[in-house]
């Protein structure tokens, strides 16, 4: 090959090189965020306030019976019941906590002063008076969230979160009220 072919084949391959397109964007990433992100309506913060403030007042209520109660009987039920509405308040704060919404951490104040009534009461008054709280139904609002039409306003998670509470509140009232028969 003369030197001229050898220069121009050069000098093209050069120019051939510095003419190439920059390759194209990288596809965008896919979102972190699952497409199934809990949208939460004011009723649902409502009902999980509720339960919020219901699991606080069981938490509250049944951690006294380890040092107020003489009985195992009511020491394990209480130790039960408080370690299920630890797990069922947790579940609410993680539904809650990913949108950066915080609850109400406290009870009512009916509920304040029933509290340290209990806490004053030892033995056997601390368990009677403990299966007599136990023994009473929910309240009224949440009850209200218990009715099928009132669950379908709900997102499916916190009508699950609402089922189990209701759920687990009946079985520890019944469980009350049986107890209270064998007084």
């Not at 120019?15 to 990288?26: I, M, V």
């Not at 306030?49 to 006294?64: K, T, V």
């Not at 408080?82 to 009512?108: C, E, F, H, M, R």
């Amino acid at each position: 090959m003369n030197s001229k072919k050898i220069t121009y084949s050069l000098a093209f391959a050069l120019l051939c090189g510095c003419s190439t397109l920059a390759p194209p964007p990288a596809p965008p990433l896919p979102s972190t965020t699952s497409a199934t992100a809990v949208k939460l309506t004011v009723t649902d913060l409502k009902a999980l306030d509720e339960a919020n403030q219901w699991c606080s007042w069981m938490i509250a209520l049944s951690g006294l019976a380890a040092n107020h109660s003489n009985q195992s009987v009511f020491q394990r039920y209480g130790a039960e019941i408080l370690s299920d509405y630890q797990k069922q308040q947790k579940a609410i704060s993680d539904i809650v906590s990913k949108k950066g919404i915080n609850l109400t951490s406290s009870y009512p104040v009916t509920y304040q002063k029933r509290l340290t009534l209990l806490k004053k009461r030892y033995g056997k008054s601390f368990d009677r008076y403990f299966e007599r709280e136990l023994a009473k139904s929910l309240p009224k609002t949440l009850n209200e969230f218990s009715k099928e039409n009132e669950q379908k306003k709900l997102g499916s998670d916190v009508a699950t979160i609402l089922k189990n509470l209701i759920k687990s509140a009946d079985i520890y009232r019944k469980q009350a009220q049986d107890l209270m028969k064998y007084e």
